[in-house]
């Protein structure tokens, strides 16, 4: 088996932690983690490498790199912004597919084969940590296992298990 915490970051101001969000990390990485990790990914932006470090320290891996796999980062954030801002507050994935059903159908795919990736990439029982942002997380985890998450709210996240080539999406 295999297992990916898949988180978004908590609050931030334009590309960076909040002092909100900087504090909700560390409480985080104080209640909520589920150590050793394998691997710490983040879609390349900075509030997320920045909540991956606040992590990566309370889990005692200081020292372990930090991957960046824009591939979980979408392409058309414009888009699904658009979509999300459509679908009303607190949109849904299946909220957005009613709005722009290409987008979630064409990204799901793409981002779910990424997180695919990095499973696949992971040795046996290893555990990956990685922080994104919503709603791509949510069609990532739909895109691989084909269930519908939840949306996540900052901080929140699944963990996604891999067994036998068999994928589900677990809450933390």
């Known amino acids: 088996m295999r297992y990916v915490e898949l988180r978004r970051h908590t609050d931030n101001d334009g590309d960076r932690l909040s002092e909100k969000g900087v504090a909700d990390a560390e409480a985080i990485g104080r209640a909520d983690l589920h150590p050793p990790y394998a691997l710490f990914v983040s879609t390349g932006a900075e509030r997320a490498t920045e909540m991956l470090r ?3 320290r309370a889990a005692g891996q200081e020292e372990a790199p930090i991957i960046t796999e824009t591939a979980l980062r979408s392409a058309v954030e414009d888009r699904w912004r658009d979509a999300a801002k459509a679908a009303g507050k607190g949109a849904s994935l299946e909220d957005i597919r009613t709005v722009d059903p290409d987008l979630v159908e064409h990204e799901s795919r793409l981002l779910g084969a990424a997180l695919q990736r990095i499973l696949e990439a992971l040795p046996d029982d ?3 940590l990685i922080v994104g942002h919503s709603p791509t997380n949510e069609a990532a985890a739909c895109g691989l296992t084909g ?8 901080g929140e996240g699944v963990v996604i298990v891999e067994d036998g080539g068999r994928y589900a999406v677990h809450p933390l």
């Open 54 to 56: 606040i992590l990566r």
């Open 126 to 128: 290893g555990r990956a």
């Open 147 to 154: 269930q519908t998450v939840a949306p996540l709210g900052k």
